[in-house]
């Protein structure tokens, strides 16, 4: 074995300055041959000390190889031999001496040069650079796409404010224009009412020289006033609460109708509404559809105003054609009463007291703690009063019909004469189809001298609907 190492061992050949070693080749039996070369180049010296100094170091530089590679062939040599012995002692197979083969070649082979790794890393880094370049550049055109869209969107916004505005304003113009026209239309229609007023009252007067020609809010305001004075006289003084006492044996069936609600289990509203229309029953009874002239105290009996109001009913039995008549007599007689200029009229008073009096079972006993009370109630009976005969008065002294008409129990409802202020039904509070149940307060109607066929409601009736 050590002769057949010897034999496999390469001539070695030394040039002295200028090659140090040509070749080295090493022969194994069923190994691949390995050679290495090692080589300088000639080179040329300029003469002095620095050739000497030159020479120097390729001398050591030389000697350092020779060494290295004396050093590499007795390592080689031994793994050799290491493989030599190991195949008759063992009886490996070819794969095993393969494999230490192939361990020795790669333990032969040369070592990685650190540059060339760092220019492989470089180069790793680089073309990841250029990936990630590129996808910049994607993402910049991207970009760029986008902000083209949104310069384009940010146009047509422009572009459609502007059409905005220019339209806003056109409508502003148009407004102000228009509010103009309607300031000048508004200014050239209360001219012609005016006119128009002036020329209807000219023809008025002349078709007739008796009564009155009023505006209609000259009779519907205060018939709101005083249907508002009887809700605020029920709610302060007249409450449900208190248990009607016993009633006198002069007292009249209406009365007695009356009070019997509070027998009927009525709740506090109920009755509060029945109160309501009790006391516009007895003022329309007494005042708005009672014939005054405002001549009761004209003489201590007053028996020129009982005679011109029997006067008048006798009148309306035989009315029929002959109604314009009628209240010409009765505008005329009425303006005729103010010229004899006729004390105040105290049926005002009267009809305070009848109030008064029928509502008196339901007030509290008269106690000086209730003394105030009283006389405020009083006071707002006597104002409600005189006001209806002022109204009275105004309405009859007209030559337009205006009467106060009230619905009846029992009716169908209507809307066109009547609003549904309270419903007493069970189940929907649709007023529509209902049947009245009592009237609150009723209706203020018009029939037109010049149109006296015309039914004209200037105000509807108040009333609660039941089943």
């Not at 008549?325 to 049926?347: D, F, H, Q």
Request: charged share 30%.
């Amino acid at each position: 074995m050590a002769g057949r190492s010897a034999g496999g061992r390469s001539s070695e050949r030394n040039i002295s300055g200028q090659e140090i070693i040509e070749a080295h080749t090493i022969e194994m039996p069923n190994v691949k041959t390995v050679e290495y070369h090692t080589a300088t180049q000639h080179t040329s010296y300029t003469a002095g000390p620095l050739k000497q100094m030159l020479d120097q170091n390729v001398l050591e530089i030389r000697q350092e190889i020779e060494r290295g590679v004396n050093e590499l062939k007795v390592d080689f040599h031994n793994q050799v031999q290491s493989i030599h012995i190991s195949i008759p002692s063992q009886g490996a197979s070819g794969s095993s001496i393969s494999s230490t083969v192939g361990t020795l070649w790669k333990s032969m082979r040369p070592q990685s040069d650190p540059a060339e790794e760092e220019i492989e890393r470089l180069g790793v880094k680089c073309r990841k650079l250029k990936t990630e370049i590129g996808d910049l550049r994607e993402d910049n055109e991207k970009l760029k796409r986008e902000r083209g869209r949104w310069e384009r969107e940010q146009k047509s916004i422009i572009y459609q404010d502007s059409e905005e505005n220019a339209r806003r304003e056109q409508a502003i113009k148009r407004s102000k224009e228009a509010e103009a026209r309607s300031a000048h239309l508004e200014q050239q229609n209360k001219k012609l009412a005016e006119q128009a007023a002036k020329f209807r009252s000219i023809i008025l007067n002349q078709t007739s020289s008796s009564g009155e020609a009023i505006d209609d809010s000259r009779i519907t305001t205060p018939f709101i006033d005083i249907r508002g004075q009887i809700q605020r006289i029920v709610f302060k003084h007249y409450s449900p609460v208190q248990k009607p006492r016993p009633l006198s044996a002069s007292a009249t069936q209406k009365q007695r109708e009356f009070f019997d609600f509070w027998e009927q289990g009525l709740s506090q509203a109920q009755l509060k509404n029945r109160t309501r229309a009790v006391i516009f029953e007895l003022l329309n009874e007494n005042l708005l559809s009672h014939p005054c002239f405002g001549l009761d105290d004209f003489e201590p009996a007053g028996q020129l105003e009982s005679a011109l109001a029997g006067f008048e009913v006798a009148l309306g039995s035989v009315s029929q054609g002959h109604e314009s008549e009628i209240i010409e007599w009765r505008t005329r007689t009425i303006k005729c009463a103010r010229l004899l200029n006729a004390p105040e009229s105290t049926r005002p008073e009267k009809v305070a007291e009848l109030i008064w009096s029928f509502m008196a079972p339901i007030l509290p006993p008269k106690t000086p703690a209730y003394a105030d009370a009283y006389e405020d109630l009083r006071e707002l009976l006597l104002r409600l009063c005189t006001c209806t005969l002022n109204l009275t008065l105004l309405m009859r002294g007209c030559k337009d019909n205006f009467k106060c008409e009230t619905p009846k129990a029992g009716q169908d409802f209507a809307d066109e004469d009547a609003e549904a202020q309270v419903s007493e039904r069970v189940g929907s509070q649709d007023a529509e189809g209902s049947k009245i149940a009592f009237a609150l307060a009723g209706a203020i109607v018009k029939y037109p001298e010049n149109r006296p066929e015309d039914r004209v409601i200037l105000e509807k009736a108040h009333v609660v609907v039941k089943d």
